[in-house]
Nanobody, 116 residues
Framework: QVQLVESGGGLVQAGGSLRLSCAAS????????MSWYRQAPGKQRELVAS???????SYADSVKGRFAISRDNAKNTVYLQMNSLKPEDTAVYSC??????????WGQGTQVTVSS
């Protein structure tokens, strides 16, 4: 059983920064694909950023150049550094862990609110 715990959300002014963390337990973290998703009120959940076990990254067009995903396999943690935040970045951010041969696991989510 994989458990994910996110932290780091909060209220920030436009132009500010936040760093989200997602700590994983219960699997061989280094083999997993880790992703961040977000869901704003009334909108569908969207993929924000992903990082493969090999370190390859991908980003939604809306966050390229502003957000950066990283992972620390020694700490079983994935991060999302969010810079130059905009009000439209306001959402609940969740991390997903894809475990080879097992499936997808989700954290509980953390609220990010960007004020204008």
């Amino acid at each position: 059983q994989v458990q994910l715990v996110e932290s780091g959300g909060g209220l920030v002014q436009a132009g500010g920064s936040l760093r989200l963390s997602c700590a994983a337990s219960g699997s061989i973290f280094s083999l997993n694909v880790m992703s961040w998703y977000r869901q704003a009120p009334g909108k569908q959940r969207e993929l924000v950023a992903s990082m493969s076990s090999g370190g390859s990254t991908s980003y939604a067009d809306s966050v390229k150049g502003r957000f950066a995903i990283s992972r620390d396999n020694a700490k079983n943690t994935v991060y999302l550094q969010m810079n130059s935040l905009k009000p439209e970045d306001t959402a609940v951010y969740s991390c997903r862990c894809r475990v080879p041969g097992s499936g997808d696991y989700w954290g509980q989510g953390t609220q990010v609110t960007v004020s204008s």
